[in-house]
């Protein structure tokens, strides 16, 4: 019997449909598809930081794949032959002289290796840049401690990995940094001989390290990063994305774009510019010459060497330590390297793992918060954050003190006692700065929402005078200004009538935290109109419609 074409085609996508449908009953993706692809995404420029972060991740793997098929981790040296004449005849080894054929025989190598190194420093950069983002807006509180944490981690991996493909050309500059981590873990009281005997596979520089590097930097780290960004992502997918106050956006919804079409078509925009962008970077400036620098050797060394700019605080704090040792029971503290070069960066990262629950155990049980702060509504977390910024700051700087010495002519002792004094000076006079600036921003808020906006226009009175005309504030901006979450510093466990006061530490730093803040002229029903716009998911459904 003949079949005819209509038919025979309408019968190969029923069976088709068929088969989606069988799927689906024992795997409901296309429910799940369809919820995640009208996921709403909320619309600022704030937001896109952490995309350029993915997007530098994105291209340092396509460019790390490429120079994996031409680099060579090996140490044994022998006479370099390569096509750069002025190393002809010059021992180095494998490592460093592939890194030449990479940039002047392979086509368009250099052009790769330097996207790639403008990447991981952009990479780097942009992290940091989006967990300041978080800090100052609030974003790490409940219920995304977790993927603060997680976040931290891959900060921290991302400062490994750009040290470890630092590392890897093995030339002067990379080998010095090496011989400072080195130095680093020697100083680690007890285990520290055992530590670098370990990662270096015996004394210096021996013919471990290269190799031990290259699996960390396309293996071990690479694996870690992408399975922390899945989880980092399908984090935010979960909990929903923050957003700024507005009109129509509350603590229990998300107002933006779907997933799919528009915040895909603008993300994918977004990877093409910061592609185009490191392109460009590295089209058009040098970076990293290694055959400037020459092949690694133990015997030559020089102060006028800094690393890339994410471990430029290590080095400016090495540079500012003053001497300093100390032996016990026979073993030998070198503090001026133990305590800038282990001590600082690990009291750094405990701090920003355990920020979040320090602030929520001075804030109290709060319900889940999806409305971001403006960094001028919480005046001690921005002052505290801008004077650490500042701090970094101070020790990149002093991490440079021999080029300033040399550029501006000035004595580098004296650099050296005033980036000490700055480094104490500086953050202080930024905290209470930046705490004053925030009040005054507040009290600017006030007089905006009592007095209103200058108009385009002059009004005269009846008695001859001018005077500035104003008009109400925009509904949006006002929404925005007087929406603020109003943490009231704790008192709990300090009451008089108790014979022994409880918690008298915790509810001190609440005060000092949440003490000072400029109160909004607001009426008794905008402000139960605000704790509804403020309250979590699942209360004050009673109260929606008020």
Known sequence: ?????????????????????????????????????????????????????????????????????????????????????????????????????????????????????????????????????????????????VNWTIGVTLFLLALLEGFCGYSLPDDLLSGTGLRTAEGIMLSIPVVGTYLAFFVFGGEFPGHEIIPRLYAAHILLLPGLLLALVVAHLGFVVHHKHTQWAGPGRTNRNVVGKPFVPQYTAKSVGLLFVVGGVLTLMAALMQINPVWDFGPYRADLVSIAAQPDWYVGFLEGALRLMPGAETDIAGHTIVWDVFLPGVVLPTTLFLILYSYPFFERWITGPLPEQHLCDRPRNQPTRTALGAAAVSAYAVLLMAGGQDVFAYVFKVRLEMLTYGFRTALFVVPLVVYHATKRACLGLQAADRRRLLRGRVAEEVRRSADGGYQEARTLLPASEAYRIVVRDEPRPRAHGTEAWRWFRRHRLRNALSRWYFGERVALPVTARQQRQIDVVRAAPGEARESDGT
């Open 1 to 145: 019997m003949a079949v005819s074409h209509e038919e025979g085609s309408a019968r190969f996508p029923a069976r088709g449909g068929h088969v989606v449908t069988a799927l689906d009953k024992r795997l409901p993706l296309s429910s799940a598809g369809k919820a995640f692809l009208r996921k709403a995404f909320p619309d600022h420029w704030s937001f896109l930081l952490g995309e350029i972060s993915l997007y530098c991740l994105v291209v340092l793997v396509v460019t790390g794949v490429f120079l994996t098929f031409f680099f060579h981790p090996d140490m044994t040296e022998r006479p370099y032959t390569g096509s750069y004449v002025p190393l002809q005849g010059v021992r180095t080894s494998e490592a460093y002289a592939s890194v030449l054929h990479i940039s002047f025989d392979v086509r368009g190598g250099l052009l790769i290796r330097q996207i790639h190194h403008w990447a991981a420093l952009v990479f780097v950069a942009a992290i940091g840049v989006h967990l300041l983002r978080i800090f100052f807006t609030g974003a790490f509180r409940r219920p995304r401690e």
